[in-house]
């Protein structure tokens, strides 16, 4: 439908930005980040799968099944590989007429005791069938547990807690209640398995010995995933696309530069959505290798941009040092006194005042916390002892064009390019 005379309509070089067709999506929704391939478009884990499936499968039959924990990086499919596999056991038990439940309580939402026993309750009953209402607030803790024993003994021969996040949840109260329900007879009948999830791969050690014993939980391991399986991860997404339109090339590319980047699956499929986007803004037929790394560009400036805007002046001098070090001397590693060198260049350049050593290094950890640098402290031989180093880990040509487009930092930059500060060990 056509409106003659509108705004959009007067508006000029905005091409077919409200056109709601274009040549390149024809199910855009399969690179949305909430969904759920199918199962056969799950790739390379199928190891994991088996082995989650081993632990769990017991329910089938309405045994009790063990606690698994699943620790892995962020992107290694490991709340996909959950969800996937205890769906699977509640339909097989089903066919056993056994009932099983699942909930899946993400814990970084769900952060303390209470919330998180409320969020299983209410996860898990139904109300036409159990007669119970688990109210969202306004009763205390100890009520929700009671409602959560009356509902899973109502409903389940076996029931799947799946926590999500669980470094998130405070405290480890919630697993020795879920653990030991059946042991300190708060269940008859119904037996619980608890499926954890955390990328944090140390949360194991935060756990005390009286929960691991209780738990006696398997734990699995995603390993990251490496250039080939992402490359499968992302030809699996091929439908989202009109025949045709997805280069080879691009696909590899795509792979590689999430390889790159810790193996992580969510970070190639967004790079996918984003090179179509920007293909199908261009009017492309066909989605270029070139069209993926113009989107990586774009999206790794976005980040920057945000992380720029919410920093002071001399934060920003603080990397703006190590960016421009970088560029210079074309490496991405510098010693504290390279570093506050260049700083002092680039306070005067800008006109800002110069801050102590230690606090341009705090100003760096600021930067670290935001994981744009890494800094570690290494040895340089005996006789100078350990000194810190500083690695840039955003591309610095990416860093300094955001730069380049503020008023004050534009064109801003260190004269010297050699070091005379000559201490070290902050
Ligand atoms: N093996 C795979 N095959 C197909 N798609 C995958 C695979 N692994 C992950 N994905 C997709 O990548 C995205 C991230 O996966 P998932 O959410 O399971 O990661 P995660 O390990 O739980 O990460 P986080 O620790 O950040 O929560 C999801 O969109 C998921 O569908
Ligand atoms: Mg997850």
């Known amino acids: 439908?056509?409106?003659?005379?509108?705004?959009?309509?007067?508006?000029?070089?905005?091409?077919?930005?409200?056109?709601?067709?274009?040549?390149?999506?024809?199910?855009?929704?399969?690179?949305?980040?909430?969904?759920?391939?199918?199962?056969?478009?799950?790739?390379?884990?199928?190891?994991?799968?088996?082995?989650?499936?081993?632990?769990?499968?017991?329910?089938?039959?309405?045994?009790?099944?063990?606690?698994?924990?699943?620790?892995?990086?962020?992107?290694?499919?490991?709340?996909?590989?959950?969800?996937?596999?205890?769906?699977?056991?509640?339909?097989?038990?089903?066919?056993?007429?056994?009932?099983?439940?699942?909930?899946?309580?993400?814990?970084?939402?769900?952060?303390?005791?209470?919330?998180?026993?409320?969020?299983?309750?209410?996860?898990?009953?139904?109300?036409?069938?159990?007669?119970?209402?688990?109210?969202?607030?306004?009763?205390?803790?100890?009520?929700?547990?009671?409602?959560?024993?009356?509902?899973?003994?109502?409903?389940?021969?076996?029931?799947?807690?799946?926590?999500?996040?669980?470094?998130?949840?405070?405290?480890?109260?919630?697993?020795?209640?879920?653990?030991?329900?059946?042991?300190?007879?708060?269940?008859?009948?119904?037996?619980?398995?608890?499926?954890?999830?955390?990328?944090?791969?140390?949360?194991?050690?935060?756990?005390?010995?009286?929960?691991?014993?209780?738990?006696?939980?398997?734990?699995?391991v995603f390993t990251p995933y490496d250039r080939e399986a992402l490359r499968e991860i992302v030809r699996s997404r091929l439908d989202a696309f009109d025949s045709g339109v997805l280069s080879d090339d691009a696909v590899s590319e795509c792979a590689s530069l999430a390889a790159e980047e810790h193996g992580d699956a969510r970070k190639a499929i967004n790079l996918l959505r984003h090179t179509g986007e920007l293909a199908a803004n261009e009017g492309a037929d066909t989605i270029t290798a070139d069209h993926v790394r113009e989107a990586r560009t774009l999206a790794e400036r976005d980040r920057v941009r945000a992380l720029l805007a919410g920093a002071t002046a001399q934060q920003k001098a603080a990397l703006l040092s190590v960016v421009s070090l970088a560029l210079v001397e074309k490496t991405r590693t510098f010693k504290t006194a390279e570093v506050y060198a260049a700083y002092e260049d680039i306070c005067a350049d800008a006109g800002l005042e110069t801050l102590s050593k230690r606090r341009v290094h705090d100003l760096l950890r600021e930067w670290e916390f935001l994981e744009v640098l890494e800094i570690e402290r290494t040895g340089d031989g005996r006789a100078r002892g350990s000194y810190l180093q500083h690695r840039l880990l955003e591309d610095p040509s990416v860093v300094r064009s955001v730069f380049d487009q503020s008023d004050r930092f534009a064109g801003v930059g260190f004269t010297s390019g050699t070091v005379t500060t000559t201490w070290s060990n902050i």
Request: proline share 3%.
């Open 1 to 220: 439908m056509t409106r003659q005379g509108g705004p959009v309509e007067n508006a000029s070089g905005l091409g077919d930005a409200f056109s709601a067709q274009d040549h390149v999506f024809s199910k855009k929704e399969l690179l949305d980040v909430g969904y759920v391939p199918d199962p056969s478009h799950i790739v390379a884990r199928n190891e994991e799968i088996r082995r989650l499936a081993t632990a769990l499968n017991p329910a089938i039959t309405g045994d009790d099944p063990s606690n698994v924990f699943l620790y892995g990086k962020t992107g290694t499919g490991k709340s996909l590989c959950a969800r996937y596999t205890t769906n699977r056991i509640v339909a097989a038990a089903s066919e056993n007429d056994v009932t099983v439940g699942r909930v899946i309580v993400d814990c970084s939402q769900e952060n303390t005791e209470t919330r998180a026993v409320r969020a299983t309750a209410r996860g898990l009953n139904d109300p036409e069938e159990t007669d119970v209402t688990v109210p969202e607030s306004g009763y205390g803790r100890s009520r929700y547990y009671s409602l959560l024993w009356e509902v899973l003994d109502d409903r389940f021969d076996v029931a799947f807690v799946v926590l999500d996040e669980i470094d998130c949840l405070d405290g480890t109260d919630f697993l020795m209640q879920l653990s030991r329900a059946t042991e300190a007879k708060k269940l008859r009948h119904c037996s619980v398995g608890i499926v954890g999830i955390s990328n944090k791969i140390k949360y194991r050690d935060r756990l005390e010995e009286r929960v691991k014993s209780s738990l006696q939980e398997r734990e699995l």
